[in-house]
C-alpha cells in the first residue's frame, strides 16, 4: 500500500491529453514539492518533473505538472505512442522523515 | 554527466546476503548535498525504497527492511552500497542506485540502469 494514491492505469489516444493525479495527504504533497518520473518499459525510472512543474533539460513541454493542497497532477499533451510507460508521483514525508512514491500510473496510448 | 551504475550477483541462496555495488562517476560523493539511496522494483510492481546514505554516514532505512539492510560508502572508489541479509524469494527484484537532493526538492535526479536480483536456490 502506497503512501500516496495513483490511478493504475489511464488511457488516452494519440495527439490526445491526458492526466495523471496523485493523492496524498498534509504531511507529504500538502506541505512538500512533488516529482514525477517517467518508467518506460524496460528502463529505469527518468525525471520528468521537479519542485511541482519544473521540467529537467530535454523534458518537452507537452509535459505540465501543478500541485493543489494535498494532490499533484501530471499533464501530458500530444500524446505519442512512446509516451507509453509508468508514470510515479513522488514527494518527501515529513511524518516519516523520508521519500515516498506513488503506487504508478500506466499510460496507454491507444 | 552523472552516472551511476550497479554491479554484483544476479542469482543469490535463500537466507543468504545480497550484496550491490553502486559506482557513480560524474561527481563525488564525498562532495555532499546529496543522499546515495537504493530503491527496489519486484516485477510488475512499483517502486519501493529501501534506504539512503549521506556523505556523512549517516543512513536512513525502510523500517520494513531495517533488521536485514546496511547501506554503507567507499569514497576513494567513489561508490556505495547494499547489503540485505537473510534474502527470501519476496526479495527478488530490480535493484536502483539514485542521487536524491537534500534541500527541500527532495527528487532522484540521476539512476542506475537497475540490477536484476533473483533469489532462488
Known amino acids: 500500500q502506497s503512501v500516496l494514491t495513483q490511478p493504475p492505469s489511464v488511457s488516452a489516444a494519440p495527439g490526445q491529453k491526458v492526466t495523471i493525479s496523485c493523492s496524498g495527504s498534509?504531511?507529504?504533497?500538502?506541505?512538500?514539492?512533488v516529482s514525477w518520473y517517467q518508467q518506460l518499459p524496460g528502463t529505469a525510472p527518468k525525471l520528468l518533473m521537479y519542485?511541482?512543474?519544473k521540467r529537467p533539460s530535454g523534458i518537452p513541454d507537452r509535459f505540465s505538472g501543478s500541485k493543489s493542497g494535498t494532490s499533484a497532477t501530471l499533464g501530458i499533451t500530444g500524446l505519442q505512442t512512446g509516451d507509453e510507460a509508468d508514470y510515479y508521483c513522488?514527494?518527501?514525508?515529513?511524518?516519516?522523515?523520508?521519500?515516498?512514491f506513488g503506487g504508478g500510473t500506466k499510460l496507454t496510448v491507444l | 554527466q552523472v552516472q551511476l551504475q550497479e554491479s554484483g550477483p544476479g542469482l543469490v541462496k535463500p537466507s543468504q546476503t545480497l550484496s550491490l555495488t553502486c559506482t557513480v562517476s560524474?561527481?563525488?560523493?564525498?562532495?555532499?548535498?546529496?543522499?546515495w539511496s537504493w530503491i527496489r522494483q519486484p516485477a510488475g510492481k512499483g517502486l519501493e525504497l529501501i534506504g539512503r546514505?549521506?556523505?556523512?554516514?549517516?543512513?536512513n532505512y525502510n523500517p520494513s527492511l531495517q533488521s536485514r539492510v546496511i547501506i554503507s560508502v567507499d569514497m576513494s572508489r567513489n561508490q556505495f552500497s547494499l547489503t540485505l541479509s537473510s534474502v527470501t524469494a519476496a526479495d527478488t527484484a530490480v535493484y536502483y542506485c539514485?542521487?536524491?537532493?537534500?534541500?527541500?526538492?527532495?527528487?532522484?535526479?540521476?539512476w542506475g540502469q537497475g540490477a536484476l536480483v533473483t533469489v532462488s536456490s
Open positions: 539514485a542521487r536524491m537532493t537534500t534541500v527541500v526538492t527532495h527528487y532522484f535526479d540521476y
Open positions: 560524474g561527481y563525488s560523493i564525498s562532495s555532499g548535498s546529496y543522499y
Open positions: 546514505l549521506y556523505t556523512s554516514g549517516s543512513t
Open positions: 498534509s504531511s507529504n504533497i500538502g506541505n512538500n514539492y
Open positions: 519542485e511541482n512543474n
Open positions: 513522488g514527494t518527501w514525508d515529513s511524518s516519516l522523515s523520508g521519500p515516498v
